[in-house]
């Protein structure tokens, strides 16, 4: 559903949709870093480390010794404390809280940076009729994430269980990304009106940035899995695995589909090929726009999708490499939502122009 800026002969009515705009993709990087906010979260192992769901009242951390000694109770009821984390101590279930209260607290933010100029927008008749379901949407999404957020950490308080169900890991990261890419793609809708011609090389390289934007989306949900089951920690060569491209026991699972999404071998293979593909993709698409189309904003964006691309495979085999180190691994998760921008980017460059009728 596109959303191209109005023209209105009113300053004002001009300005609002440059303001909404700017707001949107502010709310964007919030969402940004909340995706890496919550890779370093997974990475340190802090997730299950808030075991109610309070939206209002969990706000505030703890604020006395009571409180920290009763959460800290609720924490040692789960198994991820009996097996991982026996006898840390208050000290050590401090360290593990704060990364979950943080990525928790800047989710509350978020929602309140979007849902409070929504209403003031709202309410001083500011939004353009046709935008106003597409936002309602948003906000929808956005209480959504929250919720699939609680339905994955909960998983990890099952029995035997240390860590949260990669089906919903993959569920909670997609979603982000989807909020990500619908916050982006409206705002810039607002600041970039559709042009009204276009070169004629556009539409071969609009075909190819679009190839290589749904690859990136299956090498990210790929990446989903890789993470969800710690995939990163084995077959830690590059490009081979264990001496092989596709490594032994590809299908050692069955039913035959669940490799796809729990065989430690398998997710990682995909994710390998599915990431070289986009890479492929991702270059063509920047060697296209490079050489057919003239200086200006899709050119550029077409470069800055090449160039994103090779920096995150690039940090993709160096996580793989030194088995998935804290820093490593959330720049990686980051670099993935840089990517979707890049991707984002030259697809709205490259939008076909307006029709005259
Ligand atoms: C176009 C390139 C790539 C994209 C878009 C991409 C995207 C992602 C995403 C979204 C994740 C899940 C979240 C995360 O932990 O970061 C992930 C995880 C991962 N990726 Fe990639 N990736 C790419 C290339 C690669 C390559 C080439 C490798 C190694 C050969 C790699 C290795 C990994 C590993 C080991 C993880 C799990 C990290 C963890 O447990 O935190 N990635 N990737």
């Known amino acids: ?145 929250g919720a699939v957020g609680w339905f994955m950490v909960a998983s990890g308080f099952e029995a035997d269980r240390t860590a949260v169900s ?20 409206t705002g810039l809708g607002l600041l970039r009106p559709r042009p009204a011609t276009m070169p004629a090389a556009t539409g071969s390289i609009r075909r190819q940035a679009k190839a290589a934007a749904w690859l990136l989306v299956a090498a990210m949900l790929a990446g989903g899995f890789v993470a969800g089951n710690r995939a990163g920690l084995d077959y830690n060569t590059f490009p081979l695995m264990e001496g092989r491209l596709v490594p032994e026991g590809y299908w050692r699972l069955a039913p035959a589909w669940s490799n796809l999404t729990l065989n430690v071998a398998a997710v990682q293979f995909n994710h390998r090929l599915l990431a070289s593909l986009a890479a492929l993709a991702g270059l063509g698409a920047a060697f296209a726009g490079w050489r057919r189309l003239p200086p200006g904003f899709a050119r550029s964006a077409c470069l800055g999708l090449g160039g994103a691309v090779v920096l ?13 180190p804290v820093w490593l691994g959330t720049l990686h998760q980051a670099c993935a939502v840089l990517v979707l921008t890049a991707a984002l980017l030259a697809l709205h460059g490259l939008r076909p122009p307006k029709r005259v009728t």
């Not at 995150?312 to 998935?324: F, I, K, P």
Request: glycine share 10%; with cysteine.
């Open 1 to 145: 559903m596109p959303f191209d800026a109005p023209s209105s002969p009113k300053a004002r009515s001009r300005a609002t949709p440059r303001v909404i705009g700017c707001w949107l993709l502010g709310v964007a990087g919030m969402v940004w870093i909340m995706v890496a906010i919550g890779g370093a979260t997974r990475l340190t192992g802090s997730g299950l480390s808030i075991m109610e769901w309070a939206p209002l009242s969990g706000t505030l951390p703890p604020l006395s010794d009571a409180e920290w000694q009763r959460l800290y109770d609720l924490y040692r009821t789960i198994p991820q404390y009996a097996l991982v984390n026996q006898g840390f101590g208050l000290d050590g279930f401090k360290q593990i809280f704060w990364l979950e209260w943080a990525h928790r607290f800047w989710g509350r933010l978020i929602g309140l940076a979007y849902a409070l100029p929504l209403a003031w927008f709202w309410l001083r008749g500011r939004i353009p009729a046709g935008l106003k379901p597409r936002l309602l949407l948003l906000l929808l999404l956005g209480g959504l994430q």
């Open 166 to 185: 990669p089906y919903r890991l993959v569920m909670h990261l997609s979603l982000a990304l989807a909020l990500f890419a619908a916050l982006t793609w």
């Open 312 to 324: 995150q495979y690039a940090l993709g085999v160096a996580t793989l490499l030194h088995a998935v």
